[in-house]
C-alpha cells in the first residue's frame, strides 16, 4: 500500500508544494480555526451553510462545505491582561520548564538510537499506568501546545522547542525505517495486538493521535513543513498496518478508545489531497457511535465521555471534507444530547469519566470524580466547529461558559498545574497533577488549553466580525487593514470597549454577542448611547462606516441567578452572569501543597474529612434575593439568613484554590 514515491510529491517537492498560506487559504474551517480565519472569504453569507463545489488546488483539498464564520489566525489575536492572559503565561512558564529529551526518551530507544535523557515519570513510564499505553502522549500534546504557543505569542522560544521535537522525530523515523514514531516500551507491539485483535489493555491508537495531531500543529502553527512530512509517512505507516483487515475487524478495534484518529487523518487527507487518508479517516469512524447518532437516538448512557468526543469531531471534519449527511447529523446530534441533557453547570460532563443517565444527576453529584477536564477541552473544540458552521449564540454562549468555569477553573493560580476531575462531590476540593511525575490525559489537553484562547474570542465572514468573548484583546484583521483593541476587566466589570484603529475607513457589521445570561445590552458608538437589545441570545447588529478611531461600548448587565441540577428543581447553582459561584469551605485536611498528586486515581480516596455543607432555606426561585455582596474581593458574596447550619461565603469557582467547595445547593422550603 505504501506508495511514496508517487503520492507525496506535494509535500516533499518544496518547488511544487503550496506555500503554507495557500494551504491555509484553501483547506477551510476544520483544520484548525485559528491558522485559516485571516484568508478566508465569503461571496454571501446564506442562512445555511452552502454545499460548494469541491475543488482541489496543488496539493490541498477545499472543504465540499464553506464555513459561514472562521475564527482568526492565532497569531492575529494577542491577548492584553486578565485572568485568561495569566493563566496563558503560567501555562507558558511551564513548558519552558518541560525538557523535550525526556519525552523523546522511548521515541529515540524504539528507533534504536541512544536517550538524551531519562523518561519522565506517571503515564509516560510508570506503574501502575504501564498498562494504559499513553506512552509518548505527552510528547504530542506538547507539540501542539508549544506549535499553540508560538502562533499565540511569536516568543521564539516555542519555536525552537517544536521544531527541536519535529527534527527528533523525523531522525527517529529514519532510523526506524518502517515509517511507524511511538514510544511504547514494546515499540510496535500494542497497535500489533490491536490489529490482531489479541488479549490486551491500553489504549495505542488514541496515543498515536495525540503524536500525529501534534505533528499536524507544528505544520500549521509554526510553519513547520518536515512535520507534515514526517506525519505523511506515518499516515502511511498506519495504512499498512491495517490494510487486511476486514471493515469488520477494524470496527471491532475501534471499540477501544482511538482518540480523534478519523480526524487527524482527514486533516491529513485535507493537506494532502491524497484521498487514501480519506479513506483511512473513513474507516476509524466508529459505526457503532456513529450510526444512532446519525438517526439522532442517545445510545451515549454508560459510554466513555473522552472516547466519544474526539470520535464526533472528527464526524463533524468529515462533513466538511465529504459533505455527508449523516456526519453532519450525527455531531449537530450528538452536541445537543450532551449539552442540553448531560452537563453540569460549568459546561463539564459525566462521572467516572462515562456518560450517565440523566436522571440520575443527583445520585452522581456526590462523586468525586466528576467533570474531567479533556471532556471540555474536547467540547470546546467540537463547539467552535459547529459554530463555523451555524454561527448561533448558543455556541458562543457554551464556549464562555465553559472558558470559565471549566477551564479557566482548571489550572492551579500558584503552579500552573492541572485538575483531572472537577468534582461536584459537596465539601471536596480541586486536586491538580504535578509537574513531572502524573503526565495524566488533562495534563496533555492542559497544556494546549491556555494556548488558544486567541482563537475563541472573534469570528468573521467578509463582511462580519463577531464579537464572541469579552476578553481584552488585540485583533489584527489584515485583509482589512483593521486593528481592534477589546479593553475590559470583564466579569468584574459589566462592560467591554472596544477601540478602531484603521488606515482607511471599512464598511463592516459588528455583531456584538448580546449573552443569553443577560436581559438587556446597551451600545454606545463613540461615547453616544446607540441601542439597547432586549434579546438576549442574538447578535447586536452594527453596520457602519467604521473610521480610525472609532468606539464601541457594550453596557452587559449581570445579575445573581440559580440553574438548577438538571431534572432537580430544589437542587441548585448560583451564578452571576455566566460565572459559576462556588461556596467556601475552608481548608480542612490541607496542607500547602498537598493537593498537588501524582496519581488521579486517588481523587475521592483522599481528602475525606467530613466537611459541613449548609442547606439553603427558602423558595429556590427566590434565594438570590438574600446573596450580598461582600466587601473586598470582586465577585464575592455571602449568603444572609438562608444556610442551614450556617451562612457561606461565596466567589467565583475558577478562582478558588487550595480550598474546599460546594457547587449545587439543596434547598429546602421554609415550610419543612
Ligand atoms: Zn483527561
Not at 510508570?126 to 509518548?136: A, D, F, L, S
Not at 531522525?171 to 507491539?189: E, H, I, M, W
Not at 466589570?493 to 459588528?510: D, F, G, M, N, Y
Request: aromatic content about 10%; overall charge neutral.
Amino acid at each position: 500500500m505504501r506508495d511514496d514515491e508517487s503520492s507525496n510529491t506535494s509535500v516533499r517537492n518544496n518547488e511544487k508544494c503550496p506555500t503554507r498560506r495557500q494551504i491555509i487559504k484553501a483547506i477551510g474551517a476544520g483544520v484548525v480555526f485559528a491558522t485559516i480565519g485571516d484568508s478566508f472569504t465569503v461571496a454571501e453569507v446564506s442562512a445555511n451553510a452552502q454545499v460548494a463545489e469541491s475543488t482541489s488546488s496543488a496539493g490541498v483539498v477545499k472543504p465540499v462545505i464553506t464555513p459561514r464564520a472562521t475564527a482568526f489566525n492565532l497569531a492575529d489575536v494577542r491577548l492584553l491582561d486578565g485572568p485568561f492572559r495569566q493563566a496563558q503565561e503560567l501555562d507558558a512558564r511551564y513548558l519552558l520548564e518541560l525538557e523535550p529529551d525526556r519525552m523523546l526518551h522511548n521515541f529515540r530507544l524504539n528507533a534504536g538510537l541512544t536517550s538524551k535523557a531519562p523518561v519522565y515519570g506517571g503515564w509516560e513510564s510508570k506503574e501502575p499506568w504501564v498498562e494504559i499505553r499513553c506512552h509518548g502522549h505527552t510528547l504530542g500534546h506538547y507539540l501542539t501546545a508549544c506549535s499553540l504557543m508560538f502562533a499565540a505569542t511569536a516568543d521564539e522560544r516555542f519555536k525552537h522547542r517544536s521544531d527541536y521535537i519535529v527534527r527528533e522525530l523525523r531522525d527517529c523515523q529514519q532510523a526506524g525505517k518502517s515509517g511507524l514514531v511511538c514510544a511504547f516500551p514494546d515499540g510496535a507491539a500494542p497497535l500489533n495486538e490491536i490489529r490482531e485483535a489479541k488479549r490486551f489493555v491500553g489504549v495505542p491508537w488514541y496515543t498515536m493521535h495525540k503524536i500525529m495531531a501534534g505533528l499536524r500543529d507544528a505544520y500549521l502553527y509554526s510553519d513547520n513543513r518536515s512535520a507534515l512530512a514526517v506525519l505523511v509517512k506515518l499516515s502511511d505507516w498506519a495504512i499498512a498496518h491495517t490494510t487486511d483487515l476486514s471493515d469488520d475487524q477494524f470496527q471491532r478495534m475501534l471499540n477501544t478508545e482511538h482518540g480523534g484518529m478519523n480526524e487527524v487523518l482527514a486533516d491529513v487527507y485535507a493537506l494532502t489531497n491524497q484521498p487514501r487518508f480519506l479513506k483511512l479517516a473513513e474507516r476509524f469512524c466508529h459505526r457503532a457511535v456513529l450510526e444512532p447518532l446519525a438517526q439522532s437516538r442517545d445510545t451515549l448512557d454508560g459510554l466513555h465521555s473522552n472516547t466519544q468526543i474526539p470520535k464526533v469531531i472528527g464526524f463533524n471534519r468529515l462533513y466538511e471534507l465529504t459533505g455527508k449527511t449523516e456526519y453532519n447529523a450525527a455531531s449537530n446530534f450528538f452536541w445537543r444530547a450532551v449539552v442540553d441533557n448531560r452537563t453540569f453547570v460549568t459546561g463539564g460532563n459525566a462521572d467516572r469519566e462515562h456518560f450517565f443517565p440523566p436522571k440520575d444527576f443527583l445520585q452522581h453529584l456526590d462523586s468525586a470524580k466528576t467533570m474531567e477536564t479533556c471532556c471540555t477541552h474536547n467540547m470546546l473544540k467540537l463547539t467552535k466547529m459547529l459554530f463555523a458552521r451555524d454561527p448561533s449564540v448558543i455556541y458562543a454562549d457554551y464556549c464562555e461558559r465553559a472558558l470559565y468555569n471549566s477551564i479557566l477553573a482548571s489550572q492551579d493560580p500558584d503552579s500552573g498545574m492541572m485538575t483531572y476531575f472537577q468534582p461536584t462531590r459537596p465539601g471536596y476540593l480541586k486536586l491538580y497533577c504535578t509537574p513531572t511525575d502524573s503526565f495524566w490525559c488533562c495534563t496533555g489537553t492542559g497544556m494546549e488549553n491556555h494556548a488558544k484562547h486567541g482563537e475563541s474570542i472573534y469570528f468573521h465572514n467578509a463582511s462580519e466580525l463577531y464579537i464572541n468573548l469579552f476578553i481584552s484583546s488585540t485583533l489584527t484583521w489584515k485583509d482589512k487593514g483593521l486593528k481592534i483593541t477589546q479593553t475590559t476587566r470583564f466579569p468584574e466589570q459589566e462592560k467591554t470597549r472596544l477601540q478602531i484603529t484603521a488606515a482607511e475607513p471599512v464598511v463592516l457589521c459588528l455583531k456584538v454577542r448580546h449573552p443569553s445570561w443577560c436581559r438587556a445590552v446597551t451600545i454606545k458608538v463613540n461615547g453616544h448611547r446607540f441601542l439597547t437589545s432586549r434579546q438576549p441570545g442574538t447578535y447586536v447588529e452594527l453596520s457602519r462606516t467604521w473610521r480610525d478611531g472609532d468606539t464601541i461600548e457594550a453596557q452587559l448587565p449581570m445579575r445573581l441567578h440559580t440553574e438548577p441540577l438538571p431534572g432537580h428543581a430544589n437542587v441548585v447553582a448560583i451564578m452571576y452572569g455566566p460565572i459559576v459561584l462556588a461556596g467556601r469551605l475552608g481548608r480542612k485536611g490541607l496542607v500547602p501543597g498537598s493537593d498537588i498528586i501524582v496519581n488521579e486515581r486517588t481523587y475521592g480516596d483522599v481528602f475525606n474529612d467530613h466537611v459541613d455543607v449548609p442547606v439553603l432555606v427558602g423558595e429556590a426561585s427566590k434565594l438570590v434575593k438574600q446573596i450580598k455582596r461582600s466587601k473586598g474581593a470582586a465577585l464575592s458574596f455571602h449568603t444572609s439568613g438562608i444556610g442551614q447550619a450556617h451562612d457561606v461565603n461565596l466567589m467565583p469557582y475558577y478562582r478558588i484554590a487550595h480550598e474546599r467547595y460546594n457547587l449545587y445547593w439543596k434547598v429546602r422550603s421554609v415550610d419543612v
